[in-house]
């Protein structure tokens, strides 16, 4: 399988996040990326390619305009205010406030931040940039006749929302590389999330649509980041009602319930009819990940991977999160390892 990795994620690397009250070394680090690469070389999975640029256009057919222009500008209006630190949200357009958008980057940044945690630091936007570039190369690889790809994408994207960034993702890989199947004549998608937390910016991108099927499975939002989205009653919305399908787990989740739910997912997946398979891959299921709760070991990545070939479709895989910094490149890559075999 073909991974596509650029050096260019290092430049999201923030110091610090708001955990459990304290400020602790943020969890998504670029040693994530080192380690899941180091896997891909010492497995032999394949050849490994830089991204093409493709520009800021693909995002913005599924972002809104503002917050692109937001993520591009906003490290230096932080630093124009007089900060000489990390920028961070503080205060929301929460319930009977007001969704104006303040000129003040201080406020700015509340109104386009979902969660306080994820710093925004000098190279942000040009991190999550050259993420985005390694979904859409994937993507493109796929759209020319690969069976699967591998984007090494960091940072992640599956929380970024239509104009909201946090849970240390930007711009929506996943949801940026559907829409690029979609416009190059592909006329069904699905994307299946497997991270541990609840793809709420992939659902809130496609929810009024039906040519992206979105299914997620996660901590239920009862108990899990991000707490306000991803229980099982949302289905999506007008043209896209039955095309939203989420499986809200218990903390403590075992892999065969797990599983049970992922085959229901594929089940649903075939019944939408998709032509391509998008894998919004999150390896924070593992049972050692530090800020997570199900209980998955390292060889049921491979079960999975063996499973998801057996959907038969040609399958982009998206790096999302994984937090077991020393296991994620052999979660990740087993999850991969296990889709060649099960082909
Ligand atoms: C891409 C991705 O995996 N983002 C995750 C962002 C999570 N940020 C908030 C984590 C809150 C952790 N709470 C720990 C207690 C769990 N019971
Ligand atoms: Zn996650």
Redesign the pocket.
């Known amino acids: 399988m073909l991974t596509i990795y650029s050096e260019d994620h290092r430049h999201q690397d923030g110091k610090n ?1 708001l ?2 009250g304290k400020m602790v070394p943020c ?2 680090m670029p040693k994530r990326a080192d380690i899941i690469l180091e896997r891909v070389k010492t497995t032999n999975l394949g050849a490994i390619i830089a991204p093409d640029d493709f520009g800021i256009d693909p995002i913005l057919r599924v972002h809104d305009k503002g917050f692109v222009e937001f993520m591009a500008t906003v490290w230096e209006e932080w630093c124009a205010a007089g900060n000489d630190c990390e920028a961070f949200a503080n205060t929301w357009p929460t319930r009977r406030l007001r969704e104006r958008i303040p000129i003040a980057i201080e406020g700015k940044i509340g109104y386009y931040a979902l ?1 306080i ?2 710093p925004i630091t000098s190279g942000s936007y040009k991190a999550a940039l050259s993420s985005v570039n390694v979904a859409l190369t994937g993507q493109k690889k796929i759209a020319a006749g690969a069976h699967s790809a591998f984007a090494l994408c960091r940072p ?4 970024a929302a239509f104009d909201q960034y ?4 930007f711009f929506n890989n996943a949801a940026i590389a559907a829409q690029g199947f979609l416009d190059d004549g592909v006329s069904k998608v699905a994307i299946l999330d497997v ?3 609840h793809g709420n910016g992939t659902q809130d991108i496609f929810y009024e649509r039906n040519d992206v099927f979105f299914t997620s499975l996660h ?1 239920s939002p009862d ?4 707490y306000f989205l991803g229980w099982d009653d949302e289905t999506g919305r007008g043209a896209g009602e039955g095309c939203n399908i989420n499986y809200p787990l218990m ?1 403590g989740t075992t892999f065969d319930i797990w599983f049970e739910a992922l085959r229901d997912a594929g089940k649903r997946i075939k019944e939408y009819g998709a032509e391509v398979l998008i894998i919004s891959l ?1 390896v ?1 299921t593992f049972a050692h990940d530090p ?3 199900f209980k998955l070991q390292s060889p049921d990545f491979t079960t999975y991977g063996k499973y998801i070939a057996e959907l038969g479709l040609p399958t982009l895989f998206v790096m ?4 077991a910094v020393e296991e994620i490149g052999i979660n990740a890559v087993n999850v991969l390892q296990g889709f060649e075999e099960g082909l």
Request: glycine share 20%; aromatic share 18%; with cysteine.
């Open positions: 996040e955990h459990n969890f998504e969660a945690e994820t992640p994207g599956h929380h946090g849970g240390y993702c991270d541990f937390h901590g108990y899990e980041f991000p903390p999150g924070d800020i997570s709760s999302e999160g994984g937090y």
